[in-house]
């Protein structure tokens, strides 16, 4: 998918990696140092299950309680 490529390629310029969220403590954590609600997450769609799976590989685990659409 483009767009995860690219969020790819931006967070390996900065010897980073894409937000992945496993529990509501990543979550809490993740809303504490992001100054945008818009920060790029670690997703994508694995296309052999058609499943939504984090960049690294895990799988989408955790969906918060609320959030900002």
Do not use: M
């Not at 809490?28 to 997703?43: D, E, K, M, R, V």
């Not at 694995?46 to 590989?57: A, P, V």
Request: a negative charge; charged letters at 15%; hydrophobic letters at 25%.
């Amino acid at each position: 998918d483009e767009a995860t490529n690219v969020v790819a390629e931006k967070c390996q310029e900065i010897q980073g990696n894409p937000i992945i969220i496993h529990n509501s403590e990543h979550q809490s954590y993740w809303a504490s140092q992001t100054p945008s609600p818009n920060s790029p997450l670690g997703l994508r769609c694995n296309t052999g299950t058609k499943q939504w799976e984090w960049t690294d590989g895990s799988a989408l685990d955790f969906k918060p309680p609320f959030y900002h659409s």
